[in-house]
Structure formats: C-alpha cells, structure tokens
C-alpha cells in the first residue's frame, strides 16, 4: 500500500540554524500538507499546497516558514532560522482529491 | 474554527463493539465530519468521514444523525491495535478553501484484554 515517508526520522539543530523537513507524498496526490505536533499537544495544522503553490497556511507559518516541491516527488518544509519553540513532531500529508490525508510518520525536530 | 465535543477518554474490552461520540452542533450543511486516529508515537491516521448518510468501511462505521449536530464512530470490534486518541473534525468548505483539518484534544481509546 503507498504511504507517506519523511526524512529524517530526528534532527537536531542549534537556535538560530536552517533545517529543511523531506517528505515524499503518495505519487498520484494532489494536495500537500504540514502540520505538527509539539509534545503533549495537539496537532496543528502549518500550510496547504495545491499546484505548486500555497493554497492556505495557518498564524503558526510566518516568514521563517517556506514549503517547496523541487521535483515531481519531494515536498520539503523549510525553517529559516529555528526558535527553542520550534521543537515539535513534524507530519506532512497527502491527499488525492482534498478529501482524505494520509499522513507521513513524521520528523522529530529538536532545538537546542 | 468549527467546534466539536469528545470525551476526553474511554475504556472498551478486547472484541467489544465501541461508540464513539461526537457532537458538532454548529455544523453547517456543507461542512464533512472527518474522523482521524493517532496511535502512539505515530501520525495521525485517517478512519472514515461522511456528509449526511451513515458509512462504512473496512475499518470502521460513521453514523450520523438526522440533524447532524452529533455522530458515532463504530469500531465493530476493539483490538489492543485500536488503542489510540480519536479526533472527531469538521472539514469546513467554503470559497477557495480546501477544508484543511483543525484538530481537538480528540478521545483517548483504551482497550483492555
């Protein structure tokens, strides 16, 4: 069954260091999300992409934020400068249609 | 964002049928109720969602009341696998947006042997 995967499963960062989050959708998907997760929290939803280009993002995705799908297959989530806060579960998801989102595994990022 | 309402948590046994309950009493008639699941230290996995009629699939059945302002997530039969929080979303469509899920706090499911 194809799935969502995500590199790196951890990352570990300095404040103040640029990271960039891979995912790699289900082939055939249109839509493309990122959401995350910090410890005991819920999940939040970051920024949509449709057609290579931002259909909606949320307050959490201010300009440190940047999404980009380089090819036909990757779709990578850009922070430009990392905050203690920043530290979080980080899932991006596919759908075909809008409809159902089938979520990566997630990357672990840690700032230090 | 759209509200629904979910106990915090829930126990079920082992090959039990569980109900989980939902209430979405500001729903509008266009938005969808979307349920997710999260099993431990995984992402959020989709379940089934649904409009106005009941559905089913392979992992689980949605019904929906006459009114919608409330629904049930069915799992027929609990496993130790379908230990997990379980959201209840409200897919809002309107104008050019996609519906993108707002998640709650969700129901945590334990399943006892």
């Known amino acids: 069954e194809p799935e969502v995967t995500q590199t790196p499963s951890h990352q570990v960062t300095q404040m103040g260091q640029e990271v960039i989050l891979r995912c790699v959708p289900i082939s055939n998907h249109l839509y493309f999300y990122w959401y995350r997760q910090i410890l005991g929290q819920k999940v939040e939803f970051l920024v949509s992409f449709y057609n290579n280009e931002i259909s909606e993002k949320s307050e959490i995705f201010d300009d440190q934020f940047s999404v980009e799908r380089p090819d036909g297959s990757n779709f990578t989530l850009k922070i430009r400068s990392t905050k203690l806060e920043d530290s979080a579960m980080y899932f991006c998801?596919?759908?075909?249609?809008?409809?159902?989102?089938?979520f990566g595994p997630g990357t672990r990022l840690t700032v230090t | 964002d759209a509200k629904t309402t979910q106990p915090n948590s829930m126990e079920s046994n082992e090959e039990e049928p569980v109900h989980l309950p939902c209430n979405h009493s500001?729903?509008?008639?266009?938005?969808?109720i979307h349920w997710y699941r999260q099993l431990p230290s995984q992402g959020p996995e989709y379940v089934i969602h649904?409009?106005?009629s009941n559905v089913n699939n392979r992992m689980a059945s949605l019904a929906i009341a006459e009114d919608r302002k409330s629904s049930t997530l069915i799992l027929h039969r609990a496993t130790l696998r379908d230990a997990a929080v379980y959201y209840c979303?409200?897919?809002?469509?309107?104008?050019?947006?996609?519906?993108?899920?707002?998640f709650g706090k969700g129901t945590k499911l334990s399943v006892k042997p």
């Open positions: 649904g409009l106005t």
């Open positions: 500001t729903i509008s008639g266009t938005d969808y």
């Open positions: 979303i409200l897919r809002i469509i309107y104008g050019g947006s996609q519906g993108n899920l707002i």
């Open positions: 998801a596919s759908s075909e249609e809008g409809n159902e989102q089938y």
